[in-house]
């Protein structure tokens, strides 16, 4: 059973920038796909974006060009850069393994 712990949420002003992690107790190098969703007030969960072990990013196209995700398999962890943040980001963060681990999540609020 692997344990997605994340980190790096909080308070940022429009047009800020925020780097989120997330760190699994085992190994996420048999984890094919990780991703990050994310869940706003009132909204349905949605995909951010995901990188599987072998292949490029996939990108929701509301954060294309904003966000990169990365993994490392060495540090079994799990990345997400997002730069140009809107109100609209403001969501709860959650990591994911192969949509069947899940961390507890992580607030990210994009407020002046």
């Known amino acids: 059973q692997v344990q997605l712990v994340e980190s790096g949420g909080g308070l940022v002003q429009p047009g800020g920038s925020l780097r989120l992690s997330c760190v699994a107790s085992?190994?996420?190098?048999?984890?094919?796909?990780m991703g990050w969703y994310r869940q706003a007030p009132g909204k349905q969960r949605e995909l951010v974006a995901a990188?599987?072990?072998?292949?490029?990013?996939n990108y929701a196209e509301s954060v294309k060009g904003r966000f990169i995700i990365s993994r490392d398999n060495t540090e079994n962890t799990v990345y997400l850069q997002m730069n140009s943040l809107k109100p609209e980001d403001t969501a709860v963060y959650f990591c994911?393994?192969?949509?069947?681990?899940w961390g507890q999540g992580t607030q990210v609020t994009v407020s002046s």
């Open positions: 994911s393994g192969d949509r069947t681990y």
């Open positions: 085992g190994s996420i190098a048999s984890i094919f796909v």
């Open positions: 990188i599987a072990n072998y292949g490029r990013p």
